[in-house]
């Protein structure tokens, strides 16, 4: 078997498990994934290459977009873990 197969086989397995133990809690966990497109929202999503200098550059998140999904986000009752995503059309003041 080939190594592609071989990781694709072990992320799939992961995700089932994942998956099987979020629907065992109560209250039950809810999985999401943004959109690419879907505009920034700092309730449900965190930007993956924010730092330090992003508060000296004052990059506005708000105008950004989803490029895609880096990790998932999870909703446990009323609580939010955020999404990681990566962000696109960011632009510096």
Known sequence: MG???ECFVAMASSV???NKLALSFDPVVEIFQVESGVEFSVVFM???LRRKEDKK???NHAR???GF???LGFKVG???IQ???YLTGLKCK
């Open 3 to 5: 190594t592609f197969y």
């Open 69 to 71: 999904t880096v990790v």
């Open 78 to 80: 009323c609580t939010v």
């Open 57 to 59: 550059l004052r990059v």
């Open 83 to 85: 999404s990681q995503v």
């Open 64 to 66: 950004g977009k989803v």
């Open 16 to 18: 089932w498990t994942l």
């Open 46 to 48: 965190e930007d993956v």
